[in-house]
C-alpha cells in the first residue's frame, strides 16, 4: 500500500479524529497534529501495529532539531523497507511542521492502521514501549519549540557564563585594582555574549541549509534510480529473443542506445519516416 486515491475515505478524516485515534492508541497527550512531526509518533504507531519491526529504542521522542527528526524517518523509512511498504516519506516537508503536510501523512499511515489492524483492540503498553526509546519516553511537552544546534553556548554567553578574566583584580595587590582594569571589565561579558549570540544563528542557518540541500539530493538520487530502473527493465526486455522479431523492439533499442539527444531524436525521426512510407504503401 503505497498510496491512497483522492477519494479515500482516508482523506476525509479530520485533525481531531487524528488526535482522537494517535492519543488513544499511544497514551499521549497531542493537541495539534504538528506535533507529530518528529516522526517518533508514526515510528511507534508502525511498532504498534508490527511489534518488533521497527528499532524503537533508537527513536528520540524528545527530539528538537532537524538531523534528529530525520534520524527518526530513517528508521520509519527502514520498518517500511523491511515490511515491504512501497511508501516514500517526504522528509523535508514534513520536519517543517506544516499542519497541511503532516494531516496528510497521518491520514495515511491512519488508513495502512485501519486496513491492516481490521479494527481489532491492540495489546499494547506504548509507556512502556516509549520508555526502552533512546531517551527514556516523552520529557516535558510534547511539541515543544526545537532548540538550535548552539543553544547551549549561547544560553551561557548571555547568562554571563564568559572566562573569568572579565573580573580579573591584581593577584599580587588583592586590595587595589591596577589601571583600567575597573572600567574595561564589565565591557566584555556583553560584547562576547552578543557575538556569541550572532554565531549562534549563523551556524543554525548553515545547519538547517545543509539539511535542506542533503534532503533535496536524497530525493533526486532516489529518482535517478527509480527512472534507471525502469530503463533497464525496458532493455532487458528488448535483449529477449521471443521479442526481437517484433519491429518496435528495434526502435526501443536505438532510443535506448543513443549516445546523445541529438542521435535519439533523429532515431525517433528516422522511425517515423519508416512508419509514414509503410502507411502510404499500404
Known amino acids: 500500500m503505497s498510496a491512497i486515491g483522492i477519494m479515500d475515505g482516508a482523506y476525509f478524516v479530520g485533525r481531531n479524529e487524528l488526535l482522537q485515534w494517535i492519543n488513544s492508541t499511544l497514551g499521549l497527550n497531542l493537541s495539534k497534529i504538528e506535533q507529530t512531526a518528529s516522526g517518533a509518533v508514526a515510528c511507534q504507531l508502525l511498532d504498534a501495529l508490527h511489534p518488533g519491526c521497527v528499532a524503537l529504542a533508537k527513536v528520540d521522542f524528545n527530539a528538537k532539531n532537524d ?42 499511515l491512519k488508513s495502512y492502521f485501519d486496513s491492516h489492524s481490521n479494527g481489532q483492540n491492540l495489546n499494547y503498553d506504548a509507556a512502556a514501549r516509549r520508555a526502552a526509546s533512546k531517551t527514556g519516553g516523552v520529557k516535558g511537552a510534547s511539541g515543544k519549540a526545537r532548540i538550535p544546534l548552539s543553544s547551549a553556548t549561547t544560553t551561557a554567553s548571555v547568562n554571563g557564563a564568559i572566562p573569568a578574566r572579565s573580573t580579573s583584580i591584581s593577584k599580587k595587590n588583592p586590595g587595589t585594582r591596577q589601571f583600567g582594569q ?22 543554525q542557518e548553515a545547519a538547517e541549509q545543509v539539511t535542506e540541500l542533503k534532503l533535496k539530493v536524497d530525493n533526486v538520487e532516489r529518482e535517478r534510480d527509480f527512472y534507471f530502473d525502469k530503463l533497464r527493465d525496458i532493455e532487458i526486455l528488448c535483449q529477449m529473443p521471443l521479442l526481437q522479431s517484433i519491429p518496435v523492439v528495434k526502435v526501443f533499442e536505438r532510443i535506448l542506445y543513443a549516445a546523445d539527444e541529438k542521435e535519439a531524436k533523429e532515431a525517433m525521426e528516422q522511425v517515423l519516416e519508416e512508419y509514414n512510407q509503410q502507411s502510404t504503401t499500404a
Open 182 to 203: 575597573a572600567v574595561a571589565a564589565p565591557a566584555a561579558p556583553v560584547s562576547s555574549g552578543l557575538q556569541d549570540t550572532a554565531m549562534a544563528a549563523q551556524v
Open 67 to 108: 538531523y534528529e527528526y530525520i534520524n527518526n524517518y530513517k528508521i520509519l523509512q527502514a520498518a517500511f523497507s523491511k515490511l515491504g511498504i512501497d511508501k516514500h516519506i517526504e522528509v523535508n516537508k514534513l520536519i517543517r511542521a506544516r499542519p497541511l503536510d503532516n494531516i496528510e501523512f497521518m491520514q495515511w
